[in-house]
């Protein structure tokens, strides 16, 4: 595995999560942690950038404090909630079981799961300049020491990636582009962040805070799951129509940017290898955002596997 990603939570792969069972707790209190001096340096950094970036957009985003998983075992009385496990990305020393684990004593007919994501607001400005930041360790060294979470003064945006299978079963990945920020010329999956101005449209990127969606809960889970299909069709030019449903498969946290979360899901494409690779060389709306697309079939990943 990259030693530059780990798991903040993952599910069994026979009991992925759909949409109805992922749940969200908007609140300030999940928003980062603030003093002065970090805020001059977000501000610094952000008119540095801007300077010989122009273009750059200081979009809003969902941040991620934490995860509740809560596993139900239905019963003949009423469901009872039998075990809740709070993940939260904080080192791997805090990293509690994964979901799999938790559940294994439960018969897979007699129980349910129930994820919360527990999500304040942040922004682009804020992750370059925390995450993103020379000084992301010292902030988390700071967090620690201060509120007992090395990621409180980090922005921790979150973001979404897809693992697209193809017809053929084989799975997408993009070579990235020399012009992104974050891992120029790797090869990565499919992904983005979904998008809160997609709940506001009426108020400006700057005006949106956790008020103004509450009561809104379903929509930004909703949000969250349509934005994995809708990076999948902008990066790899598919048509949305043949996407299946996306399930969840956990939180992977991104080290080369402090532990930067991202949601992972499951994506089937009703296309051939061929003709996913057809669309994706027509071009797309972030086609600058790769340079090449590559298939990882099964019996390749066999092949690779360790006896």
Known sequence: MDPEVSFMLHCDPLQA???????????????????????????AVWSDRVAKQPWLFNGAKFRLHSAVLSVIEKGPMA???????THSPRGEGDQLESADKSSDRLAKDEQ????????????????LGTNWSREA????????????????????????????ATADGDVVLLRRS???????????????HPEPKMLCPEVSEEAICADLLQGKERAVVSEIFSSVCAEISDEVNVP???????VFMGIALNHTSAGRPSAEFYVRCTL??????????HGGPEAHESTEILFLSRAVSVSINPD
Do not use: M, W
Not at 112 to 122: D, E, M, N, P, Y
Not at 240 to 246: D, G, Q, T
């Open 17 to 43: 999560l759909g949409e109805h069972q992922i749940h969200v707790e908007i609140s300030d209190r999940f928003n980062r942690q603030s003093f002065p001096e970090i805020e001059q340096h977000i501000e």
């Open 79 to 85: 469901e009872q909630a039998v075990q809740n496990l």
């Open 112 to 127: 349910s799961c129930v994820l919360t994501l527990q999500l304040g607001l942040t922004c682009y400005k804020d992750y």
């Open 137 to 164: 360790g010292r902030l988390q060294s700071h967090g620690q020491n201060e509120c007992a979470d090395p990621q409180a003064f980090l922005a921790q945006p979150l973001g979404v990636g897809a693992v697209v």
């Open 178 to 192: 020399q012009k992104v920020a974050e891992a120029a010329g790797l090869l990565d999956i499919p992904g983005g």
């Open 240 to 246: 949305i129509s043949s996407l299946s449903k996306p």
């Open 272 to 281: 051939t290898t061929e003709e996913v690779r057809d669309f994706y060389r």
